[in-house]
């Protein structure tokens, strides 16, 4: 038997990995406090719970068209108009088995060999693994800290060659919680017209917003990038919806076509009931959202503080998400019991051995330098989780 190259060379989610990690050693009790969750620890809201039953009771539980039943395409046009100030008719719009299924339908449909797809790092994991399924080229583009993990349109064009065919961009964020401001995405456009580049706009964030930040949606800055521009975002960070798997996407009816096209020869649609329940939370869920931000926002602050209370870690700001990014490299070259730490995932090994906290090593969002904490966790949690944290850094020695 072989196995294909693209699948031997590709490297599972290891957000996904580490998550499991922590669950299985809960599972055998131990008392691990997980800063690892890329969802929600808050639960859907009980009127999409029911809007779900419903649907199940009223028997939408048959086969739908590929792209979503029009109602919800409808509500996904409403969303799109009155939170990013974008206009798109249901033809446009494609819903899938969540963010993630879109984007790799997009990478798929816009995408061959010989490709090359610009990708700014730190980047959401998947990214580039989907980029090179399609046999295209991901070229990362590094970010620091101190430019708050963002980039210009000038630094871009320097990694723009003649087979630059797209550019993914997610803001705000997963893991820095940056958001790219409204005329950072103003001369971003103007690059991406210029060189007829597409862009893929990650925007599954895009109500997680904090300071009074507000994301913009690319497509919004003028017609031309919104003719090149997909829309990417969903229900499972917005509405604590992960495991519905909804995710949806609009953009030029050639892009969504095929999209739709692929999507038929895979798993078809979107589960049934899903997209029922989804139709209620885009239409009654923003009270349930905002309480859930509040949390957040609470918990963001906190975590900043004491994170930058620490000696030898940094942090900048997150706006958005419930992500931060802080950078530990300092402490790469100390040793706990014999045992040199010498990058993010021996830091982060040794924080889940030792301190019995499970967080993300930067290396798998493209700089190892940091490590991912999700706040997603509960008040209590975060500030024990925290307290290992910093005993944990005062074991290492030089
Ligand atoms: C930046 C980003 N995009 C997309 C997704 C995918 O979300 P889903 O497939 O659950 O809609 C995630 C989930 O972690 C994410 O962080």
């Known amino acids: 038997m072989k ?15 580490i998550s499991s990690l922590a669950q299985e050693m809960k599972r055998k009790g131990v008392d691990v406090i997980s800063f690892a969750a890329g969802q929600p620890d808050f639960n859907t809201p009980e009127n999409v719970k029911e809007a779900g039953i419903q649907a199940i009771r009223d028997n939408h539980t048959k086969y739908t068209p590929a792209s979503g039943i029009p109602e919800l395409k409808e509500a996904v046009c409403r969303k799109f108009k009155k939170d990013n100030n974008l206009e798109y008719s249901p033809d446009q719009v494609i819903v899938s088995a969540g963010a993630k299924q879109s984007i790799y339908l997009a990478t798929q449909v816009l995408l061959e060999e010989g490709d090359e797809a610009i990708i700014i790092a730190p980047y959401w994991v998947s990214y580039p693994d989907q980029v ?12 620091t800290i101190e430019d708050d993990f963002k980039i210009s349109a000038a630094e871009i064009e320097k990694y723009i060659t003649d087979k630059t065919q797209v550019l993914i961009l997610n803001s705000p964020s997963n893991p820095t919680g940056s958001i790219f401001s409204e005329s950072e995405l103003e001369e971003i456009t103007e690059l991406c017209v210029r060189n007829n580049i597409f862009v893929i706009s990650d925007e599954i964030y895009d109500r997680l917003t904090y300071d009074n930040e507000n994301a913009t949606s690319i497509a919004s800055i003028n017609d031309q990038i919104k003719n090149l521009t997909l829309t990417v975002n969903g229900a499972s960070k917005t509405f604590a919806m992960t495991g519905w798997r909804v995710g949806y996407a609009a953009g030029p009816k050639e892009v969504v076509g095929g999209m739709t096209k692929l999507q038929s020869q895979l798993d078809t649609h979107c589960v049934s009931i899903s997209q029922h329940a989804t139709i209620e939370a885009l239409e009654h869920g923003e009270e349930a959202a905002k309480k859930m931000v509040e949390a957040f ?3 963001r602050k906190y975590v900043v503080k004491r ?7 940094k942090t900048n700001i997150p706006k958005g998400a419930f992500y931060i990014f802080p950078q530990v490299s300092t402490h790469y070259g100390k040793k706990f019991n014999g045992t040199i730490i010498n990058d993010s995932v021996s830091f982060c090994k040794f924080m889940l051995e030792e301190m019995k906290i499970a967080l993300v090593p930067g290396s798998a969002f493209g700089d190892d330098k940091c490590l991912r904490l999700s706040y997603a966790a509960s008040m209590q949690n975060i500030e024990e989780g925290l307290n290992r944290f910093e005993n944990g850094l005062k074991k290492l020695k030089d």
């Open 3 to 17: 196995i294909a190259k693209k699948i031997v060379n590709m490297k599972p989610s290891p957000t996904i990995g």
């Open 307 to 313: 994170l930058n209370n620490i000696e030898g870690v």
């Open 132 to 143: 090179e399924l399609t046999g295209a080229k991901p070229v990362i583009i590094d970010t």
């Open 297 to 299: 926002d609470e918990r």
